[in-house]
């Protein structure tokens, strides 16, 4: 496991940036933590180094498509509204592993069958301007 301190936003985007580099297309990213933890700001970070920007939210879409200029496709969900039952209609799914796809799934807790060798991503609060950032599987960040 790696775990990182972020100490701001941009803290956190430059882990996510750092984090870009040992992903290369068919990988699931869980991430987890409270609300406001940092998770989107992460996947800013990731998609930036992709050359990718304009990355929001999924709460109200439920699920993101960002094309990066190489046409790797990163795919950026939120299952906090959904309970498990309906985690399936969302296509998660398919997304999953497939070549050229970089998977990002915040609260995977409701998703019942994630894939075994997803790299776990977990976001701790230590205090109001400080975050942990736990990075587990995968390559080293």
Same mark, same amino acid.
């Given at each position: 496991? $790696?775990?990182?301190? #972020?100490?701001? +936003? ?6 996510? @940036? /750092?984090?870009?580099?040992? &992903?290369?297309? *068919? +990988?699931?990213?869980? &991430? #987890?933590?409270?609300?406001? %933890?940092? /998770? $989107?700001?992460?996947?800013? *970070?990731?998609?930036? %180094?992709?050359?990718? $920007?304009?990355?929001?939210? =999924? ?7 960002? +094309?990066?200029?190489?046409?790797? &496709?990163?795919?950026?969900?939120? &299952?906090? !509204?959904?309970? =498990? ?10 997304? %999953? ?5 970089? $998977?990002?799934?915040?609260? =995977? +807790? !409701?998703?019942?069958?994630? =894939?075994?060798?997803?790299? !776990? ?8 301007? @400080? !975050?942990?950032?736990?990075? @587990?599987? *995968?390559?080293?960040?």
């Amino acid at each position: 496991m $790696t775990v990182y301190t #972020s100490h701001s +936003e941009s803290d956190t985007r430059r882990i996510g @940036e /750092k984090f870009a580099g040992t &992903l290369r297309g *068919g +990988e699931v990213v869980l &991430l #987890s933590g409270d609300l406001g %933890a940092g /998770k $989107t700001v992460f996947v800013r *970070g990731v998609c930036g %180094a992709f050359g990718v $920007t304009g990355v929001r939210s =999924p709460s109200f879409t439920l699920i993101n498509e960002y +094309e990066s200029p190489s046409g790797l &496709l990163i795919v950026h969900a939120d &299952l906090y !509204r959904l309970d =498990p039952d309906g985690v399936g209609a969302t296509g998660l799914d398919e997304y %999953a592993g497939s070549d050229g796809v970089i $998977t990002f799934v915040e609260w =995977p +807790e !409701r998703w019942r069958n994630p =894939p075994g060798d997803a790299v !776990r991503v977990h976001f701790e609060a230590v205090s109001e301007s @400080e !975050r942990e950032i736990m990075i @587990e599987g *995968g390559m080293s960040a």
